[in-house]
């Protein structure tokens, strides 16, 4: 069971004209990314469901032009992601404007200019904070994933464009990378252990 959301907290420093500390909890973007068929959506969807955050399907926020482009096989260009990526990222900085004190969102943030992007949410107040969950996986794996998901406009002729433009998110010290060659279950639990860390303060 993952702790309570609520207990994240930010102490915030003491000076000598305020000697009481006062706590404010973080509010939480948890970017969960990877190329197709990692399985964002469904270790979002459990991230969501158990830390009870909304959750933002990055798939949701395309232009028809682009989910047209991709339905036909043709990759989206950084010109076709850059309107997405703002329009994702002003859903979430929304959703905690909104009240929630935390969000889950999927965006497959494959560059790391797109993970920039993103990463300006927490330009919207000093306690918004943005963390990565790259979903580790080498292309054959994530091909046969995708193979075997039904109804998806992103079919598998897509994954090997996306790992031709994908640069791995590593010394990039915002993101948590998890492998997912073990079972859904497996990559859940230790997604879900990895965020817990990072709610709590430890990691
Ligand atoms: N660790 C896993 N083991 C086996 N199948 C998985 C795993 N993770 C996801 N899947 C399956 O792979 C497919 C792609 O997962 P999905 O969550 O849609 O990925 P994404 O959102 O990154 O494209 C789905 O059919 C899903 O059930
Ligand atoms: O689940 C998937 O199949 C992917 O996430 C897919 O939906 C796509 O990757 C992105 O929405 C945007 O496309 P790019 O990854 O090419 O930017």
Not at 93 to 107: I, N, R
Not at 123 to 142: I, M
Request: net charge negative; hydrophobic share 35%; with cysteine.
């Amino acid at each position: 069971m993952l702790a309570k959301y609520e207990t994240a907290a930010l102490t915030t420093p003491s000076t000598l004209h305020t000697p009481l500390r006062t706590t404010k909890p973080f509010r939480h973007i948890f970017i969960i990314t990877g190329p197709a068929g990692c399985g964002k959506s469904s270790v979002a969807h459990y991230l969501s469901r158990t830390l009870d955050l909304p959750y933002i399907e990055g798939d949701d926020f395309h232009p028809q032009s682009n989910i047209d482009k991709m339905a036909s096989g043709v990759p989206l260009t950084d010109d076709d992601r850059w309107s997405w990526l703002e329009t994702l990222r002003s859903a979430a900085v929304t959703t905690l404007e909104s009240g929630a004190p935390g969000c889950v969102v999927t965006c497959s943030a494959l560059k790391r200019v797109y993970r920039d992007v993103i990463r300006q949410a927490t330009r919207a107040a000093d306690d918004v904070v943005v963390r990565f969950v790259y979903l580790r996986g080498n292309k054959e794996l994530l091909l046969h994933r995708v193979k075997q998901r039904k109804d998806h406009y992103m079919k598998d002729d897509m994954v090997a464009s996306q790992f031709a433009v994908l640069e791995e998110p590593w010394g990039e010290d915002d993101v948590i990378s998890v492998d997912v060659s073990g079972t859904l279950e497996q990559v859940q639990r230790t997604a879900g252990e990895e965020v817990n860390r990072v709610i709590e303060g430890l990691a």
